[in-house]
């Protein structure tokens, strides 16, 4: 008789299955809380000390590390020598295993989780059975997704579980653990305090296959954190739409990004991941006008992030005029009702209105490798400025120099950002040099340049940006300084009374 070993945490569909393979000669063996889930509902079993001859012991942490299952699961079928063995110690092959681990994630997830019931929830005898069976898949029917059972059963129905298909199975079992040690890895790691450890493990779960990449010809994904955040963007409910694409969510992230920069009411609008306008408003109609008006011509086609609830008067305005996406904290009833009219309008609910805290690393991966850093979530307030010129800025240009440096970080290097009025009205994102992009950012704000400030994400090379800015009556320039040439900038802003603060750090978007 052909022998199964089940011992499941999460038990949907156990009992079903058990059933099944009952039905189809097939011995259950099993273990605690799985056995008498599989008694109840009239299952034979036997039980696991039966087959080993031994108690379970430690409060149930040995069980199953034992040469009459291990054996069971290992011995090659048509070695001989393995055979022999068997014979010889009287062990009994197992020829299904249906595994899967103690909920981990889960557990560490919990707000209160402690340390001791983290540690308590990391899995031994499963994992070991799981790769036991799958590393002798030729023999050895491993599942460890009910996803799984019925495929198996239906399998077995007409014969024996395909080669293929216990192979396709053991490669889960190994993704399976894989992903799981990753994630006690991972948890360890933070808890002993070690940054860049000598391995980097990380661990991801698909949530969709999207219909192509950043081009049709490309084929793509999208992977989660397994604690993906609240207010994030894997966390996200996509509440009307159709399917996102690999373009809205990398667009989608950049805007979510800038919105939590913010806690005023703030609307940002972007596109190919760059901000083509923000606003901050009283209103989250107040702001999502402001950005729009900041260019009118690009939010077309664009993705928008608030970090308010879309009321009713705000949903109206945002009909007017095609969007991809609009992503909030939430949507008001009628303000539903009203984009939901749009067929094809995606509409995402973040669940959290307040910024969040960003990930502490951002991974990019390079042929043959991944670079990984901290995030830049360096912060900037008035007190860490330092005044470089004779004039000092003026309260409101303060207030407009910090809201445009904030979102000059977000534009792609070398950037440059024109605001006045809590609005984005000119910037120049990715371009080969600064002033550059400070002629686009400039031409783009037309008059509304006079009497705007200036943000440019790295210092000021020499003065040539400077006298572009001063031809276009900006006010005032934050800027981090630190070129070898910042004495001519200097001069050239007091020449002409701009006032220029430095902020000592960098914002390189790469």
Known sequence: MKRALI????????????????????????????????????????????????????????????????????????????????EEHQIQPIDFVVVNLYPFKETISKADVTYEDAIENIDIGGPTM???????????????DADDYAGVLEELKVGEVRFETRRRLAAKVFQHTAAYDS????????????????????????????????????????YRQPLARQGSLAAAKQLHGKELSYNNINDANAAL?????????????????????????????????????????????????????IDRETALQMKEIFLEIIMAPDFDEDALEILQAKKNLR?????????????????????????????????????????????????????????????????????????????????????????????????????KAKGSVLASDAFLPMSDTVQEAVKAGVSAIIQPGGSIRDQESIEEANKHGIAMVFTGFRHFKH
Request: charged share 20%; aromatic share 6%.
């Open 7 to 86: 011992s499941v945490s999460d038990k949907t569909g156990v009992v079903e299955f058990a059933k099944g393979l009952v039905e189809l000669g097939i011995e259950v063996i099993s273990t605690g809380g799985t056995a008498q889930l599989l008694e109840e509902a009239d299952v034979p079993v036997t039980g696991i000390s039966e087959v080993t001859d031994f108690p379970e012991i430690l409060d149930g942490r040995v069980k199953t590390l034992h040469p009459n299952i291990h054996g069971g699961l290992l011995a090659v079928r048509d070695r001989p020598e393995h055979q022999r063995q068997l």
């Open 130 to 144: 799981l790769r036991a069976a799958a590393k002798n898949h030729a023999f050895v029917t491993v599942v460890v």
């Open 183 to 222: 994630l006690i890895a991972q948890y360890l790691t933070e808890q002993a305090g070690d940054v860049w450890p000598a391995q980097y493990t990380v661990t991801f779960e698909k949530t969709q296959d999207l219909r192509y990449g950043e081009n049709p010809h490309q084929q793509a994904a999208f």
């Open 257 to 309: 990004q800038m919105a939590q920069e913010f806690l005023e009411p703030t609307v940002i609008a972007v596109k190919h991941t760059n901000p083509c306008g923000i606003g901050i408003g009283k209103t989250i109609l107040d702001a999502f006008q402001k950005a729009y008006e900041a260019d009118p011509i690009s939010i077309f086609g664009g993705i928008v992030a608030a970090n308010r609830t």
């Open 347 to 447: 509409l995402l609910k973040l669940g959290q209105s307040a910024a969040i805290d960003q990930p502490p690393h951002r991974l990019l991966s390079v042929q043959g490798g991944l670079l990984v850093q901290e995030e830049d979530v360096k912060q900037l307030s008035e007190a860490d400025l330092q005044v470089a010129t004779d004039r000092q800025p003026t309260p409101e240009e303060m207030k407009q120099l910090l809201f445009a440096w904030k979102v000059v970080k977000h534009v792609k290097s070398n950037a440059i950002v024109l605001a006045r009025d809590d609005q984005t009205v000119g910037i120049g994102a990715g371009q080969m040099n600064r002033v550059g992009a400070a002629k686009i950012a400039i031409e783009q704000a037309g008059q």
